[in-house]
């Protein structure tokens, strides 16, 4: 048996949005971690990385 996560047991899509989003919302807001998200998703589709990149950048405090 191997942990799940492993490359022989990998996590469903739907884990990997769903962890990665418990992991970001308290600090980036609901909105744009979907955001994330969604630029990850269609990154194959995507001309560059930039507008993932941009929305990527945490603002200075």
Do not use: C, T
């Not at 884990?15 to 630029?39: S, T, Y």
């Amino acid at each position: 048996d191997y942990p799940l996560g492993h490359a022989r047991n990998p996590l469903k899509d739907s884990e990997v949005e769903e962890k990665f989003l418990a992991l970001v919302e308290e600090a980036i807001g609901q909105k744009r971690a979907k955001n994330i998200v969604d630029l990850a998703w269609k990154l194959d589709q995507a001309e560059n990385v930039d507008e993932l990149m941009k929305a990527l950048v945490m603002p200075e405090k």
